[in-house]
């Protein structure tokens, strides 16, 4: 293959396959070249093509005959045939190749399809929680925010579990029960099982968004538009969505991005469909091609970032403003607003139940789909399905990230308050650039500063014993600097409420700039460290798009484990895992509000 390819570069024909692909999808895509050259092109290619072998023959001995006289990169180059030289190559690739522009095509259609779906389903929940429409508000909020903390691919894994090709549905009821359908071919996979697990995933962040937006809405403004004559349906249209459009913007950039990004979900339940984030994740963990993967994950920037361009000069000259704190509307709702929008929201927080449900029945179940025997191995034990054995025993990966997340999380919510007390209290343009790099991990997909933590730790300063790459320090430092941003936002909207006197009182008393930061700062802000904090703990337990890619071959992540356990359909080994953190999760938030109430009521008794 690579006689094959010098022979054509050697024609001045470009190679139009991918040289690091495997050996039988080279020889094929060969084959498929020089038969599409016109007969004179391809004389002319086959007639180098014994001097292109003779020399890449000659070549490897020359490059060890010589290997004295030259340096490493010198030998590296002569042995591979291959330079390496700054340039667009690996950008222009992407976009040469029909392979690339296929999964592009794919995950552009995915993103979209998901992108609407999940910010009008996130729009109308949002909208009936916060006017009260939806019976049991409070609870349906709690509801549609409790997949945060799921881990990786909880979604699409339950998914298969129920309506795949063994699903509890498909399978056991329709196809062997009812015999209604074929399993083997009515089931969930394909693009329509991606974009139901993408819209379930994401839709929770795009209901932050809208919730956040529309808390501070003023009810009056609907008020004002029934007294002049506006139904509920009109008010809708003319008075709530023009003044959810900031929220319209950030949801469905918010979606997009994490769509794009995605390959988790499509790799599971995609049944072999292409996506642009699939690609990179193959480049990266198969064939180690950092370039190329680092152009992909680039070239996954430009859409989320036109589509934010796109949506922002829609509402540029726009304002969005209300005068006064803000407060529900009094008008009732229609009955069928009422109705409509309850079943919505409670149809989706019941449909999450169901696969939360899957996921607890499937870790203490012997094959799901096959034995139905009640088991705890998958907890404990590699090897539970006859023949089939796992790369870890039980839930060992849980407890290196539990170690990896409890590094990262005291830390992280220090560091995010002294970061926000410098932004606010002695602000300049390094404090403002310092606060916007901090930022970036809650803008950019978490792919890119997976695959840039491997190219900047490879050999940092260009010294090769300082890599960090495959270890537990790269992983807290990916955890730690790419959820620090929550920490460092709830810091400075309480130290914007703090007096600013009580530090000068304390600087008048002789207190150093550590000690007020230590004395009288973090006693103030503590909320906010411990809700900085927590969040870098839960994501630190549950993060997988840029984790997958710094882990070792001795370190096993528990997101890793779950995808690749979903992947492989062991679904035990996947549900076991995704309960414990799930368990472990709720059992540190619920320890956080205990020792919260416990203060407040000490505070108020003092």
């Not at 007639?47 to 000659?58: F, G, I, K, Q």
């Not at 509801?143 to 909880?154: A, E, F, K, T, Y």
């Not at 705890?376 to 839930?395: L, M």
């Not at 799930?582 to 003092?606: D, H, K």
Request: charge should be positive; charged fraction near 15%; proline fraction near 5%.
């Amino acid at each position: 293959m690579e006689a094959v390819a010098a022979a054509l570069e050697a024609s001045g024909l470009p190679v139009p396959w991918d040289r690091a692909a495997a050996y039988d999808h080279q020889v094929a895509a060969a084959a498929r070249a020089l038969d599409a050259l016109p007969a004179p092109r391809r004389a002319e290619v086959e007639a180098l093509l014994p001097l292109a072998v003779a020399a890449l023959h000659r070549r490897v001995p020359l490059a060890f005959t010589l290997r004295d006289r030259l340096t490493e990169a010198e030998f590296d180059r002569l042995r591979s045939g291959v330079s390496e030289r700054l340039g667009l190559d690996h950008y222009l690739r992407v976009v040469a190749e029909e392979r690339f522009r296929r999964a592009a095509a794919n995950s552009l259609l995915l993103a979209g399809v998901t992108t609407v779906l999940t910010t009008g389903l996130a729009l109308l929940a949002a909208h009936g929680v916060n006017r009260r429409i939806v019976v049991g508000a409070g609870a349906a909020r709690l509801g549609l925010l409790v997949p945060l903390v799921s881990p990786p691919v909880v979604v699409a894994t339950a998914a298969v579990m129920l309506f795949g090709r063994n699903g509890l549905v498909t399978y056991g009821l329709l196809d062997r029960g009812l015999g209604w359908i074929d399993a083997s071919v009515g089931n969930l996979y394909g693009p329509s099982g991606v974009v139901i697990a993408q819209v379930l995933s994401f839709l929770p962040p795009a209901f932050i968004v809208f919730d956040n937006l529309m808390a501070r809405q003023d009810g009056r403004l609907d008020e004002a538009a029934a007294s002049l004559g506006a139904g509920p349906w009109r008010g809708l249209l003319h008075v709530s969505l023009p003044m959810a459009q900031p929220g319209i913007i950030r949801a469905a950039t918010l979606v997009f991005i994490l769509a794009m990004t995605d390959f988790g979900n499509p790799m599971v339940i995609g049944k072999d469909l292409p996506v642009l984030a699939g690609v990179l994740y193959d480049e990266m963990i198969g064939f180690q091609n950092t370039p190329l993967a680092s152009a992909i994950a680039l070239w996954l920037i430009v859409p989320a970032l036109s589509v934010y361009l796109l949506l922002d000069r829609i509402g540029r000259r726009k304002r969005f403003e209300t005068v006064g704190a803000g407060a529900p509307s009094t008008i009732p709702p229609p009955a069928a607003a009422r109705i409509g929008l309850s079943l919505l929201v409670w149809s989706i927080i019941g449909f999450t139940a169901v696969i939360y449900a899957t996921i607890a029945a499937g870790a203490f179940v012997a094959v799901w789909g096959r034995d139905w025997g009640f088991t705890t191995a998958h907890f404990t034990a590699a090897e539970v399905v006859p023949g089939f054995v796992s790369s870890h025993a039980g839930i060992a990966p849980v407890w290196t990230s539990l170690m990896v997340a409890g590094v990262a999380a005291p830390i992280g919510g220090v560091m995010a308050i002294a970061l926000a007390w410098l932004a606010e209290r002695f602000r300049s343009t390094a404090t403002e650039a310092l606060s916007f790099l901090v930022m970036l991990p809650a803008i950019l997909p978490g792919v890119v500063f997976g695959i840039g933590y491997v190219v900047a730790f490879n050999a940092p300063l260009g010294i090769s014993a300082l890599s960090l790459n495959g270890t537990h320090t790269i992983l807290v430092l990916n955890i730690l600097f790419g959820n620090m941003f929550v920490g460092v936002l709830a810091g400075r909207a309480m130290l914007r409420r703090v007096d600013r006197s009580l530090e000068e009182a304390a600087a008048s008393l002789g207190a150093t700039l550590w000690q007020r930061f230590r004395l009288v700062v973090l006693p103030v802000v503590r909320r906010a460290v411990l809700l900085g904090a927590l969040y870098v703990f839960v994501d630190g337990l549950s993060t997988f798009s840029a984790v997958v890619f710094l882990q070792g071959p001795d370190i096993d992540l528990a997101a890793v484990a779950i995808f690749d356990s979903a992947e492989s359909a062991y679904y035990g080994k996947a549900c076991a895992m995704s309960v414990t953190i799930l368990l472990i999760v709720f059992a540190v938030m619920a320890g956080l509000r205990l020792i919260e109430r416990r203060s407040g009521e000490q505070r108020r008794a003092a």
